[in-house]
């Protein structure tokens, strides 16, 4: 078994590479490594506890960067165009057989229909990396859920525990919510 300090290095920098770059697999990556941390495998009842506590914390600052890299203002039903097109009546240069932007033929025009193409590319990418984090949102949150909902019984200790944890890591106030959600007495 790894040490929990080469595991949380190791996360670290998973985290890193996802902040500096946006790759989603730097997150999937981190949560395995995270998976195998394994709890039991550790000697003494204290070297169990801090691997319990390095793990939910582990868990807890992935689901915060996870977080902080979405977009409130997202909405998933403003899709970009799959193709951007001419303005009705463009004028073509002459003799050009059909429209495209190639027989644009006022300069201003063109411009302006470049900086339309570049604007939806980078719409797209936008969309595209809020829609997939979101999704791996969905699945990494269901595997911390399980870790938290096994490792942690639901009781008054519990429940300090993760409100510590949470004050500790999470910004999101829904999330913090939802995790206290899973130790909290029903």
Not at 102 to 125: F, S, W
Not at 141 to 160: F, H, N, V
């Amino acid at each position: 078994m790894m040490s929990v300090e080469d595991t949380r290095k190791q996360i670290g920098g998973r985290l890193d590479v996802f902040q500096k770059t946006g790759e989603l697999t730097a997150l999937r990556d981190a949560a395995d490594l995270i998976d195998r941390l394994e709890v039991l495998e550790a000697g003494s009842l204290e070297e169990r506890q801090a691997v319990r506590t390095a793990k939910l914390s582990f868990w807890l600052s992935l689901l915060d960067t996870m977080d902080s890299a979405k977009d409130a203002a997202f909405d998933p039903n403003d899709v970009p165009a799959a193709r951007v097109g001419l303005p009705a009546g463009t004028p073509m240069k002459p003799d050009f057989p059909i429209e495209a932007p190639e027989g644009i033929a006022d300069p201003e025009d063109r411009r302006k229909y470049d900086e339309a193409v570049k604007a939806n590319a980078e719409k797209t990418t936008y969309y595209r990396f809020q829609k997939e984090l979101r999704q791996l949102d969905s699945e990494l949150t269901l595997r911390a859920d399980e870790y938290i909902a096994g490792a942690y019984l639901r009781s008054p200790k519990s429940l300090k525990v993760m409100k510590a944890a949470i004050a500790a890591h999470i910004h999101n106030r829904e999330r913090a919510a939802h995790l206290r959600s899973l130790v909290a007495r029903r």
